[in-house]
Structure formats: structure tokens, C-alpha cells
T-cell receptor, first 110, second 112 residues
Framework: TQLLEQSPQFLSIQEGENLTVYCNSS?????LQWYRQEPGEGPVLLVT?????EVKKLKRLTFQFGDARKDSSLHITAAQPGDTGLYLC??????????FGTGTRLTIIP | DAGVIQSPRHEVTEMGQEVTLRCKPI?????LFWYRQTMMRGLELLIY????????DSGMPEDRFSAKMPNASFSTLKIQPSEPRDSAVYFC??????????FGPGTRLTVL
């Protein structure tokens, strides 16, 4: 069974601060996705990374895929209250089935 | 375009009763997924279909759970009989070719 561990599990910071959350596995992903989930809604895809070492930017969010394709990070610059939510990474291991991580619950305090 | 539609949004039932959750995927999507989300176990894949055919049901917890996809625009997840430990939010997601999955709003199930 492939497991994806996310850290930290909970994070609460002040508006304007920077933060990084992590997603780690002992297995190699064929691709990795990051989702954000808000209360009462389903997860929404933010980004997909495929190539080892790949970096993608989405406004204030920067996603990095590890060189060995076993880990990933999400960095948020100048966090805003609208960034509050549950951040989930999800790994694909060769087929269309995704394995989701344990999640990081982020709270941005105004 | 409408996204993935799930019904009901909330369901409260008593232990032993049958529960049926419904999902309408996005038109044109080939794959459909059923997930269960709890605080303790996170988001778990229960089963997924490709072109209406079940491909992987290894996540279905017990024989009490069953899922069908009679056509490309409808799927059901049934629990019979339901138990309190089945209480969770159940999500349906659909996907075109590739890995991008589009989730519905979920059904919050409470079994008393």
C-alpha cells in the first residue's frame, strides 16, 4: 500500500506570512496533484506535476516536485484568509487511480 | 456547465436501514470514482469505473457496500445494512482521460 504523509497536519499563521507544506512517500509517483478543499465542498484541483524537479507557480502558490518523484512541497507567499482550507496531495502510480495524502489543514488569521 | 451532481446532500438514517447515494458525473467523462472521507482516515477511494465498468473495488470495506453504474450519466453507492461506523462524507468524482478528477459537493451521511 502506497502511503502519502503530509506535514504539518495543522498550521495556523497570520495573514501576510509565508508557509510551506510537504507531501512525502516511499514510492515513486508517475504524477502528483495538489487539491484544496473548503468546508462543505469537494476537493478542487490546483496543479499537476509530472517531471522530477518540476516547479509550477499559481499566483502566490509555488509547487515543487522532488527530483526522485517521491515528494512534493507547496509554498504560499503572503498568505491571505482566502487560502484557508484543507490541502491534499494525491499521487498516481501508473494508472488513473489516485492515492490521497493525510492532508494539511491551514488556517490564515486576519 | 454543471459539475458533478450528488444527492442527497445530507442523509440521516438509523442503523440497519438501506442507504442509496446518487451521482451524476460530468457529461463526456469516462471515469467515475466513489470516495469516503472521515477525520480519522482521510479521503479513501472505494471504487472506480471506467466506461461504466468497475475497474477497482478493492477499497469497498465490506459486502454491505455495493456500487453500480448502469449508464454513463448515473451511478449509485448503496449501503445495506448501514452501521454507525459508516458515518462519513461520501464524494463522487469524474474524470476525462488522464488524472484530473472533478469532485461533487459530497453527501454527509449520519447513521444513528
Amino acid at each position: 500500500t502506497q502511503l502519502l504523509e503530509q506535514s504539518p497536519q495543522f498550521l495556523s499563521i497570520q495573514e501576510g506570512e509565508n508557509l510551506t507544506v510537504y507531501c512525502n512517500s516511499s514510492s515513486v509517483f508517475s504524477s502528483l496533484q495538489w487539491y484544496r478543499q473548503e468546508p462543505g465542498e469537494g476537493p478542487v484541483l490546483l496543479v499537476t506535476v509530472v517531471t522530477g524537479g518540476e516547479v509550477k507557480k499559481l499566483k502566490r502558490l509555488t509547487f515543487q516536485f522532488g527530483d526522485a518523484r517521491k515528494d512534493s512541497s507547496l509554498h504560499i507567499t503572503a498568505a491571505q484568509p482566502g487560502d484557508t482550507g484543507l490541502y491534499l496531495c494525491a499521487g498516481a502510480f501508473g494508472n488513473e487511480k489516485l492515492t490521497f495524502g493525510t492532508g494539511t489543514r491551514l488556517t490564515i488569521i486576519p | 456547465d454543471a459539475g458533478v451532481i450528488q444527492s442527497p446532500r445530507h442523509e440521516v438514517t438509523e442503523m440497519g436501514q438501506e442507504v442509496t447515494l446518487r451521482c451524476k458525473p460530468i457529461s463526456g467523462h469516462n471515469s467515475l470514482f466513489w470516495y469516503r472521507q472521515t477525520m480519522m482516515r482521510g479521503l479513501e477511494l472505494l471504487i472506480y469505473f471506467n466506461n461504466n465498468v468497475p475497474i477497482d473495488d478493492s477499497g469497498m470495506p465490506e459486502d454491505r457496500f455495493s456500487a453500480k453504474m448502469p449508464n454513463a450519466s448515473f451511478s449509485t453507492l448503496k449501503i445495506q445494512p448501514s452501521e454507525p461506523r459508516d458515518s462519513a462524507v461520501y464524494f463522487c468524482a469524474s474524470s476525462p482521460i488522464g488524472h484530473t478528477q472533478y469532485f461533487g459537493p459530497g453527501t454527509r451521511l449520519t447513521v444513528l
